[in-house]
């Protein structure tokens, strides 16, 4: 049965307990430096088994942190950390700082019901300056798979432009620069994790998938103790921008993954309107092959139709 553990729901984090593993920990009051652009993020996260499936602040990135919703090009503004990257007409890449900061509001719930844990949660997007530029209503639940080998996270985020102007997403992409188009949904994974497998419901499969469409995208790798495997199957969902979406994926030098809404082109949002995405990401214990994890992604969509189905009777 899953559970919250009440003492770090009191302070910063919220955790998902299960059989005594901590599944995920979603820390909503961050304490990074600015050129990190804090924000809201899950780490550790753990299959059922314990492995650790997340890293937090890599030394090549430390902006880089678990699962988070990280989007470095907001017209002139950098939501993701590090720093924009500007593409200058002779060549030159120059580095811009200007890292804003998802500010948490407040809970609307917090609680465990029917087996499934669900938050909603209020922020605010505030550039370097302090200008508020986006509302945020964020939605996270977290569920198991019947089998008891997986578990789901599930997340809405529904963005509203509050500038007073239109807003455009993008990415270092749309900015110039090529087969970089991350933006959205980012996952950071444990350094042993690296050259692993990469599935996709459509498409060539590896490394290739940089840049390609699919519905749902896995990636599957071995721990070093104890030669254990991991998989984790992202899923887009059909009404999300741009779906089925891009995929900004990498296996080495390390692994990462990131449906790509505004991978290689950019969405306007005008003053007052509202963006909401839907991500699914399926954490399981073992080495997945293609035919599982659409299985799970079946099972996850049916899931999801249900419980939005049971939302809207009276």
Request: glycine fraction near 10%.
């Amino acid at each position: 049965m899953l559970e919250l553990d009440a003492e770090a729901a009191g302070r910063t984090a919220l955790a998902v307990m299960y059989g005594g593993t901590e599944l995920c920990r979603y820390t909503y009051l961050s304490d990074a430096d600015q050129v990190e652009a804090p924000q809201p993020y899950f780490h550790p996260v753990r299959t059922v088994a314990g492995d650790l499936v997340t890293l937090h602040r890599p030394w090549d990135h430390p902006w880089h942190k678990g699962i988070s919703l990280a989007m470095p090009n907001v017209d002139d503004a950098n939501f993701w950390g590090g720093g924009m990257q500007i593409l200058r007409p002779n060549g030159d890449i120059e580095h811009v700082l200007n890292n804003g900061t998802q500010v948490h509001d407040s809970f609307d719930r917090v609680e465990v019901r029917d087996g499934r844990v669900e938050a909603v949660e209020r922020l605010r997007w505030l550039t370097e300056h302090g200008e508020h530029w986006l509302s945020e209503v964020r939605r996270i639940g977290v569920r198991l798979l019947p089998g008891g080998q997986a578990w789901v996270l599930a997340f809405t985020t529904t963005l509203t432009n509050v500038r007073g102007s239109a807003i455009e997403f993008g990415s270092p992409t749309t900015n110039g620069r090529p087969d970089a188009g991350y933006s959205g949904f980012f996952w950071r994974g444990q350094r042993d994790l690296s050259h692993g497998t990469i599935l996709a419901a459509d498409g060539p499969g590896g490394p290739a998938m940089m840049g390609e469409r699919a519905a749902w995208l896995a990636y599957v790798g071995r721990h070093d103790d104890g030669h254990g495997a991991s998989t984790l199957v992202f899923v887009d969902h059909p009404d999300n921008v741009g779906h089925p979406t891009q995929w900004f994926v990498r296996s080495q030098p390390y692994a990462c993954v990131c449906p790509a809404p505004f991978f290689d082109r950019a969405h306007r949002l005008a003053d007052g309107a509202s963006l909401t995405l839907h991500y699914d990401l399926v954490v399981a214990a073992g080495a997945w092959d293609h035919a599982t994890a659409d299985a799970a992604v079946t099972a996850v969509r049916r899931q999801h139709r249900e419980e939005t189905s049971d939302a809207r009777v009276p």
